[in-house]
């Protein structure tokens, strides 16, 4: 009787272990880190809503690639539908960054550049990513942040919410004009899936100002190659003297701000 008691206990404690066991899950930083090996990269699909008393809400669409390097991101080739231009209803740019140079392409540019020319170079960036997060989870940094500021944890989801003192310490002392809340999901490996930001200021009788970024990420560690484009199509946005260029580029919201800031 009392080996069969025994062997009861033995199996009962065999039976409530596995769970737990299969319970422990991955560790989102390594899970990322292990993806930034050169040649390989990510797909991005994301839309930015911009809301402003008065006006009506902006739309951004952005799809396209990432590839990454050992430290993390180094190239950029993305396609943005907007209709943050005054000038049209809707506008397709494609942008392409390779060591840290901006180039941009599409639009009516063409139509207002030299013959033969078909990019701009907008100079020089730190934000590879170019996207429109307030905080970049491509960071192991700003990833590991993002996951201990979490106030819930369910099934790989991660929801909380970040302070503009939080966010400039997450952004390398960057700053920001609002706080956040966010929703980050990660998948079976921990990796990152969907994330989802939202920044809201009601104005009482002026309305609402606010921003939300939904990003999806897929086809990890896909072979990816990512150039700059022909030197002989390339001109550079300095050597253009063209008002109506000027303009568009000044209302090109598309474009991180420290695309532009670093020029």
Request: aromatic share 4%.
């Amino acid at each position: 009787m009392k080996r069969v008691l025994a062997a009861a206990v033995a199996a009962t404690a065999l039976i409530t272990a596995t769970p737990a066991q299969a319970a422990a899950a991955p560790d989102p930083v390594k899970a990322l880190q292990k993806q930034f090996v050169a040649g390989h990269g990510v797909k991005i699909s994301e839309v930015t809503r911009t809301e402003s008393p008065g006006e009506k809400p902006q739309t951004s669409r952005k799809t396209g690639v990432y590839a990454f390097g050992e430290s993390g991101i180094v190239a950029a080739d993305l396609t943005t539908r907007s209709n943050y231009l005054k000038s049209s209803p809707e506008i397709t740019l494609r942008l392409v960054i390779v060591d840290k140079q901006v180039y941009v392409q599409g639009g009516d540019l063409e139509k207002r550049l030299p013959e033969g020319k078909t990019w701009v170079h907008l100079g020089s960036t730190t934000n590879v990513s170019a996207s429109s997060q307030p905080v970049d989870p491509f960071r192991p940094a700003a990833l590991k942040g993002l996951l201990s500021h979490a106030r819930s944890v369910k099934g790989g989801l991660y929801s909380g919410s970040l302070t503009l003192g939080q966010m400039r310490k997450l952004n390398r002392g960057r700053g920001s004009s609002l706080p956040i809340d966010y929703r980050l999901s990660t998948g079976s490996t921990g990796l990152p899936s969907r994330f989802r930001t939202s920044s809201t200021l009601n104005l009482g009788g002026w309305g609402r100002l606010g921003d939300t970024t939904d990003t999806r990420y897929s086809a990890w560690g896909q072979k990816v190659t990512i150039v700059a484009p022909p030197e002989e199509q390339v001109i550079d946005s300095e050597d253009i003297k063209n008002a109506e260029l000027d303009e568009l580029m000044e209302e090109l919201q598309i474009i991180p701000n420290e695309a532009l800031a670093s020029r």
